[in-house]
C-alpha cells in the first residue's frame, strides 16, 4: 500500500540554523508530492508542491524542496529558520491524477530565538 | 483564513453516541476530502466527495458515513462512538479531482468521547 514516512518527529532548533526534514514514500509510479504545514492553532495550508519538471521545488517563506525519483524521497529544507517557523510539517502524495492524499505523520519543529 | 468552514469547533460526547461534523466548502470548490487526525495514527485520509458522488474512499470505518449536498456542503456522520474515535477531524476543498491542485483545510473539528 502506499505510505509516506517522516522519520523526524520532533526537531529542535536554533533561528538562523538550517533545516532539512525528510520523507520518503513508498509507490514506483508516478506521484504528485506535496508539503503542508500547521502554525499552532492554524489550518493545514499548503507549503509547496512537485508535479513535473525541475525536481527542485520553491514555496513560500524561503522553504524548497527535492525530489530524488531514484531515492524516492522529497525533502523540506531551509538555509535559515526563523522563529516564525515553529510549526507542524506535512509531507504528502498522491499517485497522479487521483483523489487520495496520503499523509506522513508529520515532523514538529521548534524554532528558539 | 481558508474559506473552509468546519463546525462545531470541539465536541463532547459519550461512547456509543452518534454526532454529526460539517463542513462548508470555499466558495466555488466541488470536491470536500474528509480526514482524521489522531496522536497515534497522524492525518488519516477518510472519504472523498466530487459535485455530490463519492469519489475517493479512504479508512474510514463503517460506522462512519458521509455525504455531499447539492449546496456542496458535506456531513461526516460518527455512530456507535468509541473512545478511541476521539480525534481532530479535519475537511477540505478543492476546485476539482486529479488532485491537481491543493486543498484547502477547515480548522478541523475536535471530538473528545468520553
Known amino acids: 500500500a502506499q505510505s509516506v514516512s517522516q522519520h523526524n518527529h520532533h526537531v529542535i532548533l536554533s533561528e538562523a540554523a538550517s533545516l532539512e526534514l525528510g520523507c520518503n514514500y513508498s509507490?514506483?509510479?508516478?506521484?504528485?508530492l506535496f508539503w503542508y504545514v500547521q502554525y499552532p492553532g492554524q489550518h493545514l495550508q499548503l507549503l509547496l508542491k512537485?508535479?513535473?519538471?525541475?525536481?527542485l521545488v520553491k514555496g513560500i517563506k524561503g522553504f524548497e524542496a527535492e525530489f530524488i525519483k531514484s531515492k524516492f524521497s522529497f525533502n523540506l529544507r531551509k538555509p535559515s529558520v526563523q522563529w516564525s517557523d515553529t510549526a507542524e510539517y506535512f509531507c504528502?502524495?498522491?499517485?497522479?491524477?487521483?483523489?487520495?492524499?496520503?499523509f506522513g505523520t508529520g515532523t514538529r519543529l521548534q524554532v528558539f530565538p | 483564513d481558508s474559506g473552509v468552514t468546519q463546525t462545531p469547533k470541539h465536541l463532547i460526547t459519550a461512547t456509543g453516541q452518534r454526532v454529526t461534523l460539517r463542513c462548508s466548502p470555499r466558495?466555488?470548490?466541488?470536491?470536500v476530502y474528509w480526514y482524521q487526525q489522531s496522536l497515534d495514527q497522524g492525518l488519516q485520509f477518510l472519504i472523498q466527495?466530487?459535485?455530490?458522488?463519492?469519489?475517493a474512499k479512504g479508512n474510514i470505518l463503517e460506522r462512519f458515513s458521509a455525504q455531499q449536498f447539492p449546496d456542496l456542503h458535506s456531513e461526516l456522520n460518527l455512530s456507535s462512538l468509541e473512545l478511541g474515535d476521539s480525534a481532530l477531524y479535519f475537511c477540505?476543498?478543492?476546485?476539482?479531482?486529479?488532485?491537481?491542485?491543493?486543498?484547502?483545510f477547515g480548522e478541523g473539528s475536535r471530538l473528545t468521547v468520553l
Open positions: 477540505a476543498s478543492s476546485k476539482r479531482t486529479g488532485n491537481t491542485g491543493e486543498l484547502f
Open positions: 512537485y508535479f513535473s519538471g525541475d525536481p
Open positions: 466558495s466555488g470548490d466541488l470536491s
Open positions: 504528502a502524495v498522491t499517485l497522479y491524477n487521483t483523489d487520495k492524499l496520503i
Open positions: 466527495y466530487y459535485n455530490g458522488e463519492e469519489r
Open positions: 509507490y514506483g509510479g508516478t506521484v504528485n
